[in-house]
């Protein structure tokens, strides 16, 4: 089976027995060797001590007074908001289960403490999204999995909707792919070569397996395609790994439903447009054209649900801002799916 996405830390990583990400101490060094927290040339010794000792213990209880001793009050800082998050992952145990903590009950990023910065956030999607994909050799659906922890920048052109990773877009938009030369260049106002990234079809999906970690490649979103249809099989494991639970997630061109009863936006865009059209408000036809999809969910055992909705189906929506950018929030499809136990 391809290996794919070494950056996400799941090589770091052991699964207990619900198959979900077991915390373990190299995964924790991980975050103790980030920039934020590594010493630099003019870190005080106590910063290299702390340093020191939780690259040999990352578990290791660090004192207030002992963060105070940094001299450096950035240094203080990051380590406040690391160690925060560390305890989060060694009470919860699991990353699936730190990652649940993080919403359920509580506004979106808190529980009782610190708030969890988006940057880990996203890094727990990723390395979950990677679990779940653990033995696929679609790799349609893994590049579809990129949309659970990376933004994307989308177009549409004659109906076909392409999204591409957005850093990589700007990145492009900036230097050309020539880094810092590249920006010289741009600021230079020299004409610039035209880059092409790949949009993968079910022809030459193969080339991902290659390219896993440069984000370069484009995924088709359009109605009725292979890379809908891969996002919607990702996000029926997502919730069969978090919840237990067997759902059917299918693509639909509209909602025609008189008994419309639950909706759930997988992102804030389509959260709003799903909101108002329930609603009765009015949407004007700008706003509609940056609906991307909706989706028709049902459970595979209506009893999960409460009584007295149970059997009706759940409609999605994926909307991109104004500017074309798509933010999927794979939270939303957890916290928000309407279930017996939480009724």
């Not at 052991?14 to 060094?29: K, M, N, P, Q, Y």
Request: charged share 25%; proline share 5%.
């Amino acid at each position: 089976m391809p290996d794919f996405w070494r950056d996400s830390g799941f090589h770091l990583l052991t699964r207990d027995e619900r198959g979900h990400l077991a915390v373990s101490d190299d995964f924790l060094r991980a975050y103790f060797q980030r920039p934020e927290v590594r010493p630099v040339e003019d870190s005080c010794a106590a910063e290299r001590t702390l340093h020191e000792a939780l690259l040999k213990n990352p578990r290791e209880a660090v004192a207030v007074a002992r963060l105070a001793a940094l001299v450096d009050p950035d240094a203080r800082e990051n380590y406040q908001v690391v160690l925060g998050f560390r305890d989060r992952l060694v009470a919860a145990g699991t990353v699936e289960e730190c990652y649940l903590g993080c919403f359920l009950g509580t506004a979106e990023g808190t529980t009782a403490g610190a708030p969890v910065p988006p940057l880990f956030i996203d890094q727990m999607a990723h390395v979950i999204a990677r679990n779940i994909l653990e033995g696929t050799e679609d790799p349609l659906r893994a590049r579809a999995g990129e949309l659970l922890f990376r933004e994307q920048k989308v177009t549409i052109n004659d109906g076909v909707i392409m999204a591409a990773d957005a850093e990589t877009v700007d990145m492009y938009a900036t230097t050309g792919g020539f880094g810092g030369l590249g920006r010289l260049v741009a600021e230079a106002q020299t004409p610039m070569r035209t880059v092409e990234l790949d949009v993968l079809s079910e022809a030459n999906a193969e080339l991902y397996w290659s390219r896993d970690q440069a984000h370069d490649t484009v995924l088709d979103l359009s109605f009725a395609g292979a890379g809908l249809d891969a996002l919607a099989r990702l996000l029926e494991g997502w919730v069969r790994h978090f919840l237990d639970v067997e759902v059917s997630i299918q693509p639909v061109q509209k909602i025609a439903d008189e008994k419309w009863v639950w909706h759930i936006g997988l992102d804030a865009q389509g959260s709003a447009l799903l909101n108002d059209l329930y609603n009765g408000v009015e949407v004007g036809e700008e706003r509609l054209a940056r609906l991307l999809s909706l989706f028709r969910l049902e459970f595979a055992e209506p009893s999960v649900m409460p009584a007295a909705i149970a059997g009706r189906p759940v409609y999605l929506a994926l909307a991109m801002t104004e500017g074309g950018a798509l933010r999927l929030k794979p939270q939303n499809l957890l916290v928000n799916l309407p279930l017996a136990e939480r009724a």
